[in-house]
Structure formats: C-alpha cells, structure tokens
C-alpha cells in the first residue's frame, strides 16, 4: 500500500478509506504513516476500518511511522492494542492495573 497522504481527517476520510479496503482487499496490508502530520478521529476508524477486511483476510495490518498524536488517539480510545501500536510496556502496565 503506498504511503498516506499528510493528513488524514473527516474531509478526506471517504476517499482514503474506499482507496485502502481496495488495496486490502488484494493483499496490501502494509501501511506508511510517516507522512501524516494531521490526523483526528476519522484516521482511527480508517485504520480500524481497514484491519478489519486484513483480519477476515487472514492478515494483520502492519503500520509503520505512525505519529505520536494517531498513537494517542489511538491509545485515547482504546484500539491501541487492535492497531498493533501498544509497547509490551503498554501491556504491562495495564496488566498491573487490573
């Protein structure tokens, strides 16, 4: 899958989202997000989205250079884990919690 765009929000979360369950749907389930520098909750449910059709697939999406605010976002809403992008630091953590 070739690398996202820089921004990745409602205004254009339509097109990106069509563009990508494409690709997925084909095999293509790597993801670049290192050129993202805006994102907001619609970027989630994208990447969510589209880790759905990998996972009937038989497939994990795989991202990389993801930014610090999707990664917050992500965390935010609790798909950290779902998205692949929780440290096994993360996952300690929350297991001392509970």
């Known amino acids: 899958m070739p690398a996202l765009g820089n921004s990745l929000t409602n205004r254009n979360a339509a097109t990106v989202l069509r563009d990508g369950l494409s690709r997925v ?3 293509e389930v790597t993801v670049d997000c290192s050129a993202l520098q805006q994102v907001d909750s619609a970027a989630v449910a994208v990447l969510l989205a589209w880790q759905r059709v990998a996972s009937r697939r ?3 999406l795989a991202l990389s250079g993801v930014p610090a ?3 917050s976002l992500a965390s935010l809403y ?3 884990g779902l ?3 929780a440290s096994a630091a993360d996952h300690a953590d929350h297991h001392h919690r509970h």
């Open 58 to 60: 038989g497939q994990t």
């Open 78 to 80: 609790g798909v950290d």
């Open 25 to 27: 749907t084909q095999g």
């Open 69 to 71: 605010q999707l990664r």
């Open 83 to 85: 998205l692949g992008l």
